[in-house]
């Protein structure tokens, strides 16, 4: 679905990824962690086509990203950036429906299949009672699940979300996840995002792309990756792991004195 060729990321004199040889399988759903600063975000713009590698490249579908005509490529991927900034007042129903607008072609105006799917991406968020809101009054977990609404009525292959669970509550985190996890199982959907909740991230994701911040990375299932001597090096605190039942929880320990 994805992949990277030789993929060096710089920020300033800084180079956060170096030699990224990486390769994202249909239906695959894969967590990038790493420490504040690593180059999460800044990898993700990458792979969304929103800023150009100082090296390598981006595949998707085995075709170069910049080869992609624009239209098409909002047809492939969506993008769900870390924060965003409501300038004006449109309703929910209207951010939601401007996900839809690579499939107008030359129409104008939304159609009635543009309508059903903005609305059952609403409802998949349970934020349809917000419809006809102003974005601009929604609390914070509202307007990232109208947001998370919008990325999945524009209803594309690959979806690369950043920190998707940001200013949600509990239940709605895990809720979301279960979602992005069943999307990738049943719809074979292929999900690259950004988190801090191991014991999340764990749960729903089939991969994990592990950042050091300093060039080093390294990529593979969760069984193989996400093991607590290798966490602890790459997030550079100790972690160890408590079995409960089927599930995995991370716990960071204290640092002795």
Same mark, same amino acid.
């Given at each position: 679905?994805?992949?990277?060729?030789?993929?060096?990321?710089?920020?300033?004199?800084?180079?956060?990824?170096?030699?990224?040889?990486?390769?994202?399988?249909?239906?695959?759903?894969?967590?990038?962690?790493?420490?504040?600063?690593?180059?999460?975000?800044?990898?993700?713009?990458?792979?969304?086509?929103?800023?150009?590698?100082?090296?390598?490249?981006? *595949?998707?579908?085995?075709? $170069?990203?910049?080869?992609?005509? @624009? /239209?098409?490529?909002?047809?492939?991927? &969506?993008? %769900? =950036?870390?924060?965003?900034?409501?300038?004006?007042?449109?309703?929910?129903?209207?951010?939601?429906?401007?996900?839809?607008?690579?499939?107008?072609?030359?129409?104008?105006?939304?159609?009635?299949?543009?309508?059903?799917?903005?609305?059952?991406?609403?409802?998949?968020?349970?934020?349809?009672?917000?419809?006809?809101?102003?974005?601009?009054?929604?609390?914070?977990?509202?307007?990232?699940?109208?947001?998370?609404?919008?990325?999945?009525?524009?209803?594309?292959?690959? *979806?690369?979300?950043?920190? $998707?669970?940001?200013?949600?509550? @509990? /239940?709605?985190?895990?809720?979301?996840? &279960?979602? %992005? =996890?069943?999307?990738?199982?049943?719809?074979?959907?292929?999900?690259?995002?950004?988190?801090?909740?191991?014991?999340?991230?764990?749960?729903?994701?089939?991969?994990?792309?592990?950042?050091?911040?300093?060039?080093?990375?390294?990529?593979?299932?969760?069984?193989?990756?996400?093991?607590?001597?290798?966490?602890?090096?790459?997030?550079?605190?100790?972690?160890?792991?408590?079995?409960?039942?089927?599930?995995?929880?991370?716990?960071?320990?204290?640092?002795?004195?």
């Amino acid at each position: 679905m994805i992949a990277t060729e030789q993929l060096r990321l710089d920020i300033g004199r800084r180079t956060l990824v170096e030699a990224l040889d990486w390769r994202v399988g249909d239906g695959e759903c894969w967590s990038v962690i790493g420490r504040n600063g690593a180059g999460k975000s800044t990898l993700l713009r990458t792979l969304a086509g929103l800023r150009q590698p100082e090296y390598g490249r981006v *595949l998707i579908g085995q075709r $170069p990203l910049a080869e992609w005509p @624009l /239209a098409d490529l909002a047809r492939k991927r &969506a993008f %769900l =950036a870390q924060s965003r900034n409501d300038a004006f007042a449109y309703s929910v129903i209207e951010t939601v429906l401007s996900a839809r607008h690579p499939y107008h072609a030359n129409r104008y105006w939304e159609d009635t299949d543009d309508h059903h799917a903005a609305l059952k991406a609403l409802e998949a968020m349970e934020v349809a009672d917000l419809a006809e809101r102003d974005v601009r009054t929604l609390s914070g977990g509202e307007r990232q699940r109208v947001a998370i609404a919008a990325l999945l009525a524009q209803d594309t292959p690959l *979806l690369l979300l950043d920190e $998707p669970a940001n200013a949600l509550d @509990l /239940a709605h985190q895990v809720s979301v996840m &279960a979602l %992005l =996890a069943k999307l990738c199982r049943e719809q074979k959907k292929t999900v690259v995002m950004v988190g801090h909740d191991l014991t999340l991230a764990h749960s729903v994701s089939t991969h994990a792309l592990l950042l050091m911040g300093d060039g080093r990375w390294l990529a593979g299932p969760v069984s193989e990756v996400m093991q607590p001597a290798v966490l602890s090096e790459y997030l550079q605190h100790p972690i160890d792991v408590v079995r409960h039942g089927s599930r995995t929880i991370f716990i960071p320990m204290e640092r002795s004195a």
